[in-house]
Structure formats: C-alpha cells, structure tokens
C-alpha cells in the first residue's frame, strides 16, 4: 500500500530500491512505521532459517501495534522495538561495533530513519552501495538550515519555519549524505518578507 | 604519447632473488628523484629486445616514500613471450632503459579499518610497497602469503622478520593451505580483502567473499594478462588508412603500435579500460580475453581491448 514513489530528481537525491535477501552471515534490519511492510514483504522471498541470524529494531512510531505480531512472527534472532530512533541508537552502535564482514545491512521507512541509519552504517565502515534501502510511508524529510546548521525533522511544507534560528527555507532535493539531511535555503533573503503561501509538498 | 609518459632511467642493480625471480632497481639517468607512487602501483617497462620493443607492466615493490630509485622483481616464464626472458638474460646494471610513469591500478582503500591481503607466488610484490604505505601510518594490515615451498617464497623470510604478527606464510609442498573461510569469517567490519596472484587463487578470494556476504566495494584484486599468442591477422586501422598485420607472438596493440600509429593504454594487461577500441566493421570471430568489458559487450561485436584479444577472420576494420 505505502510504497512509495518519488519522482526523479538531480544526482545528490538519494535513491531507494527494493529490499532483497542477500548471502551474509548476519542480517541487521533498521527499520521505522510501515517500513515494517519492506520487511515482511522481503520475508517472502527469503530463504529457510534467514532470519535465524537476523537482528531487527524497529521504531513503530504513529504505526502502533500495527506491525508488531507479524514481524515477531518472523521468528527473528534478535527483535527490538523502540520507542524512538535515539533510544534506538545505543543499540544499533553495540551491533555495528561487534559486528564482522559478511554482515549485511537493510534499511526501511522513512528518509530521515534510512538517512541516519546509514550513517552510522558507513561510519562503521560499510560502504554505502553496499547498504539496501526501501522507501516507504511518510515522505516527510529531515532539513538542515544552511545558515544555522540546525536540524528539523518530520518537515513536511515547502518552504518551513525552521526550528531553531526562525527563518523561513526552501527545501532543496541537494542531499548530505554526511548530515543525512536535505538542504533547507533561506526564501525570502533577497526581498525580506516575501514569502509564498506554504505547500504540502511531503507528507 | 601514450601510457603513462616515459622516464629514461638506469638500471642500478640487478640480485638474483631466487631460482625464479629476480629483482631491478631503477634510478633516473639524469639522477633527479622519480614520481611519488602509492603501494600497489605498477610502471610499465620498456624493453629494445634486438628490434622487437616489448612494454610489460610490473609492480613497483620499493618504498613509496623513497622516490630516488624504484624496484621491481621479476619471475622468468620459459613459456611467455619473451619480456621476462629479456630482463633475466640481458638487463645488467649500468644499462639505460625506459619506463612509464607509475600507474596505480591496486589502491589500498585508505578508508578501511584493516587490510586482508592475500598472495600467492610473485603476486607479493604490489603488497610489498602497500606494506610500506601502511607501516608508515601505522596502518592495521595482516598478509597471508603462499608459495610453493620456501626456496621459492620472495621475501618471505623478511616480510616475517620484520612483521612477525602480521605475516603468515603457507607452503603448497607442506600441504598448507590457507583456511580463508575461517580467515574471513572473523574480520572486522570496515576490512578491505587484496588478492594477487594466480588466476585460479583469485577467483577463489572473490568467490568466497561473495559468498560469505563481502560488498563488491571491499575486495580488491590484480592480475596482469599476458598477451596470449594466437594465429597472425589482418586489421584495417580506418582514421590511419593503413592495413597491419598482427604476428602470432605479437599483440594488436604492439603491431598497431609498430606501425607508428599512436594508441592509448596503461595496464596492457586486460584489466585499466584505458586501450578500448571500436569496432567499424568485421567479419570473423574474437578472441576476447581482457577482464574490461562485458559478457554483452563481448557478444556485441563492437569493441576490442587490443592489449589482450585477438581476431580470427576475413575483415577487421578499427576506429583508429
Ligand atoms: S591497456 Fe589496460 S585494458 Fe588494455
């Protein structure tokens, strides 16, 4: 139902795929909502005794209970829910820390959920074509202020207040993977206070 | 001119390494230091071979750091074409030569938390300069090593010396084997695996890494090709308007280059991309044997490696 699909745009935009089983000696699963659905979907197709050596942690959020049952039922190694990406990452970095080559990564969800998962992925020294995505559920983006530098999750209208410094930004499709954040751009710099009516551009 | 751009340098000192193998150092004539290089670097060596001019890459094995003479060894192949012949019998110290700019097509990956390196026989020598790197910046690296015995290992008995907890060595007449399943099973997220060597040891690595879940990313490997021999053919070169003949001991490349006609290359080897060559027109069959293009592109009849592959046929016509 919520796979989504984001029209083309210029290179730095990140692209999502489809997630497939891949021959590892671990299998890490970081996935928020219905990114759950990229998983049991996955599950499908995944060979016997797959997800013996799987560890998912998953962060429900607004999805509730909605996922719970049918990815226990997956029988995974290890199974975490969270109630937050924070709370999360305590977790994830252990994992990442004691983790060996053969260990392969999946993420799914939201943008800012994948986008900080990989990375700490990467940091870890996974390269990141090496690392699967599937997009799915809200499109909401997370959105750096180029003239603070602070963050804004879960932005939704183009342009936005930003939440730290107040001005008003448009989003750009330019992508850090570093910051794992859009670039959000002063709108009204060159005539002060002409700011256009904002639009639901990610829901 | 192509390649990598030449160097005059002067061979100062031949040594007899083993039954094998034996080692160069190059200087430059005019006594200047040489260009900086990375481990696993390679020049390609000119060579007047009374009237035939043979090019054959070798990796540098000299410490990067140390740019006023390179080195490289040499294993003598009874059955090549004639280069390492050449090098063993009639390069002595003093002799002027010509080599090629150095070319890197076996980076070390500086960005990975440790280096896995595996060699087998005189594929050791592109790890003895990336060793050096390493050691420099206290790198965290771990050589597996095999050979045929310990007559034949190059450098063996120093690399041990020196890194005792970082080298292992395998003897194949000592029916030791490296247990690379179990070697690659306990590696750190964030390792990078090198193989050189033999092509069946290569296809090895690489397989069970794959297997085993490696990203394509963090396995590395080199293996020069020799131009194979084959039956003498005809090409047309068509922007040169001039018909060659390739000789059963000689590459396309060597012949097009013989008949003055300037084409790109740095590895000749199989494996840069840099000789690609369109195809005009033919008819006949290819003998394909780089590791540069693909299955479909080999199928597809519109493009030779002309450092490596070959042509059977009536008609050859190449963009160049
Ligand atoms: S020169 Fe490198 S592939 Fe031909």
Redesign the interface.
Known sequence: MSKSVLEPSIPSRPVYGELAP????AHLFIADAEGAEAILDMAKTAPDGFFARAHIIYIPKATGERYLERLESLDPGQLYFGPSYEAALPRLRRT?AD??????VYLAGTEGLMGRAMQEATE????H??IQSEHRGSTARRVQCVHCKGITEEVTTDPFQCSHCGLHLFVRDHYSRRLAAFMGVCIDAEDPGDIPEPVERFT | MSGGGKIPVTVTEVVRVNELIKRFKFERSDGGLLPTFSGGAHTVVEMQDYGTSRLNPYSLMSDPADTSAYTISVRRDDEGRGGSLFMHRHVRPGMEMSISNPVNLFPLDLRARKHLMIAGGIGITPFMGQIAQLSAISGRFELHYAARNPALAAYASELSARYPRQVHLYFDDYDQRIDLQGLLDGQPLGTHLYVCGPKGMIAWVRNTAEAAGWPREAVHHEEFLAPPSGKPFEVKLAVSNKVIQVGEHQSLLEAIEAAGVDAPYLCRGGCCGQCETDVIDYDGTFLHNDHWLSEEQHAGGKKIMPCVSRFEGKTLVLDR
Not at chain 1, 124 to 127: E, F, H, L, Q, R
């Open positions: 891949r021959s590892g000696k990442l983790a060996h080559m053969g260990l392969q870890a020294g996974i390269p074509t090496a």
